[in-house]
């Protein structure tokens, strides 16, 4: 009897950390690159890298915060937007707070004048990466 439940205790630990390891593997694979965001208009994905150059438009309409990953403003290949009405729910300001860090975002990949950007209503949507 003492052998059965070493056994299934074996077995079990060994099926939960195949299971751990299968789970951090599609973590893994849960995001996609900046560079390839241009492939998932209109869905909802998680982008990650790093911020290349941070700007809040205080004088523009709408006043908004641009946060563009991996290349920098003008040659940026994706952007962050976050709305002037939204900076407020951010403890920092998110062009200080974010200015060179590597970051994933989460939300519905839309266009801006051929570039794939995302639109941030809530600071929950962005992660700082720390792998």
């Known amino acids: 009897m003492k052998k059965y439940r ?5 077995l079990t630990l060994s099926i ?12 893994q694979k849960e995001y996609i ?6 492939k998932y208009i209109g869905e909802t994905k998680t982008v990650c890298g790093e911020i290349a150059s941070a ?3 205080a004088r523009s309409r709408g006043q908004p915060t641009f946060l563009n990953l991996d290349q ?3 040659n940026q290949i994706f952007t962050v937007v976050i709305w002037g ?4 729910k ?5 062009e200080i707070f974010f200015k060179g860090k590597s970051i994933c975002v989460t ?5 801006y004048r051929g570039k794939p950007q995302i639109i941030v209503r809530e600071p929950s949507q962005i992660v700082i990466r720390t792998d």
């Open 16 to 27: 939960l950390g195949i299971v751990s390891l299968t789970s951090v593997s599609f973590a």
């Open 72 to 74: 920098p403003y003008p």
């Open 6 to 10: 070493k056994f299934l205790a074996y």
């Open 90 to 94: 951010f403890k920092s300001p998110p």
């Open 33 to 38: 690159s900046p560079a390839e965001a241009h």
């Open 55 to 57: 700007t809040y438009a």
């Open 107 to 111: 939300g519905v990949i839309e266009t």
């Open 85 to 88: 009405p939204d900076r407020n």
